[in-house]
């Protein structure tokens, strides 16, 4: 029922930058808190960037800060993740990953749902 469909991964130089989208439906989209996680293989997930579910708090892994800026447009329930100043170490298989309330958690237990990722892919 829940469907995350994330796009906009690719390959970018070091220093380059990348924007992912996220295209959300059968929910209550604006209801709920919603982040951007990503994950190398062999590897756990990580948090990325969360925003609460009426855009009024963002959030920011130590990692990314400063770099990434997260957005929503709830009326297209969607959600956005920009990427600047991008880094080989970025490099994971992104996720859009609904949480259970309003507010962002950051642990897994916070992650209700995910869609399928988009790769990004940071080399020169």
């Known amino acids: 029922q829940v469907q995350l469909v994330e796009s906009g991964g690719g390959l970018a130089l070091p220093g380059g930058s990348l924007r992912l989208s996220c295209a959300a439906s059968g929910f209550a989209f604006s209801a709920f808190a919603i982040s951007w996680a990503r994950q190398v293989p062999g590897k756990g997930l990580e948090w990325v960037s969360g925003i609460y579910s009426d855009g009024s708090v963002t959030d920011y892994a130590d990692s990314v800060k400063g770099r990434f800026t997260i957005s929503r447009d709830n009326p297209k329930t969607t959600l956005y993740l920009q990427m600047n100043s991008l880094k080989p170490e970025d490099t994971a298989l992104y996720y859009c990953?609904?949480?259970?309330?309003?507010?962002?958690?950051?642990?897994?237990?916070?992650?209700?749902?995910w869609g399928q990722g988009t790769q990004v892919t940071v080399s020169s």
């Open positions: 990953v609904k949480g259970w309330k309003s507010a962002v958690a950051h642990g897994p237990g916070g992650f209700a749902s």
